[in-house]
């Protein structure tokens, strides 16, 4: 089965597909062996892991590498973070054709300023809605479109900003989008209106640091979400248990406190992420 198709036959299955984000093919290898049943890639956590300041200066070749290596180390399908598509409406067939090349079953494309300086700002949704067709155009009918929008992050009120999320939402869904990938969201309030407003699937992100303590993925389930994923979660657990061993070694002068706290595995937990 090809995976744009297993991951269509996954998001059409009327339950909500939680899809975490991995960041290098070591953090895809845990996400499946671990029983979900598909990746997200992350941008930011690829773009945080060699040390950039942003997704904009990790750039597209490096995140097409990561990618295409991520692809490579699972069996399950796997969906790129497109970004804003790294360009204009007349670059998207190329940056489309890729990330097929790659091996992803489904792709991003957002409508965020990306890389500028300053407030975060969204592109005229005349631009957005060119960018999307042109995906769909180019990815043909299997390849699973997440439309993301960042009007909620961008706007000066959130009444403002979940307004605009829902028009822009079902527009994008009316030009070719399969998902509807608000950002922003805080709180379970927002999420509901959300579902509700937009003609179609919607996707969230959970486990961020503006919402960790605000909903749970079974109360996002309840509240019908379709896709959930979880963008930094894997890559900040990653900071924190890395600098924790550290500062226990450093402290200690042994390895007494990360033996008793299983703060390491052994080599049979390696050997099984190896093996496929």
């Known amino acids: 089965m090809q995976p744009s198709t297993r991951l269509r036959e996954l998001l059409g299955r009327g339950q909500t597909l939680v899809m975490p984000d991995a960041y290098d093919p070591l953090s895809a290898r845990i996400i499946e062996k671990l029983g979900f049943e598909a990746v997200q890639c992350s941008g930011f956590s690829m773009a945080l892991a060699a040390c950039e300041a942003s ?4 750039g597209l070749e490096r995140n097409l590498a990561i990618t295409r290596s991520i692809c490579g180390s699972v069996s399950v399908p796997v969906m790129a973070d497109g970004e804003d598509g790294f360009g204009d409406e007349t670059a998207i067939p190329a ?3 890729r990330f097929l090349e790659a091996g992803v079953a489904g792709i991003n494309l957002e ?3 990306l ?8 592109i005229p949704l ?4 060119a960018k999307l067709r042109a995906a769909r155009l180019a990815g043909g009918p299997d390849l699973i479109l997440n439309a993301r929008t960042d009007a909620l992050a961008a706007a000066e009120t959130a009444p403002e900003g979940l307004a605009e999320a829902v028009r822009r939402s079902n527009a994008y869904l009316q030009a070719g989008g399969d998902l509807a990938f608000v950002v922003g969201v805080s709180t379970l309030d927002q ?19 503006n919402s960790l303590g605000n909903f749970s993925i079974a109360q996002l389930r309840d509240c ?9 979660l894997m890559v900040f657990s990653a900071i924190q248990a890395m600098q924790q061993a550290l500062t226990i070694v450093r402290e200690d002068d042994g390895f007494e406190r990360i033996i008793a706290g299983e703060r390491t595995c052994d080599m049979a937990a ?3 992420l190896l093996q496929r």
Do not use: H, N, W
């Open 115 to 122: 890389g500028q300086p300053g407030p975060k700002r969204i």
């Open 224 to 232: 019908g979400v379709a896709r959930v994923s979880l963008p930094s």
């Open 126 to 129: 005349d631009q957005a809605l």
């Open 191 to 209: 999420v509901a209106l959300l579902v509700r407003e937009i003609d179609g699937p919607v996707s969230i992100a959970a486990g961020m640091p």
């Open 95 to 97: 940056t489309i054709r």
């Open 111 to 113: 409508d965020q300023v």
């Open 270 to 272: 390696v050997q099984a």
């Open 55 to 58: 997704e904009a200066a990790f």
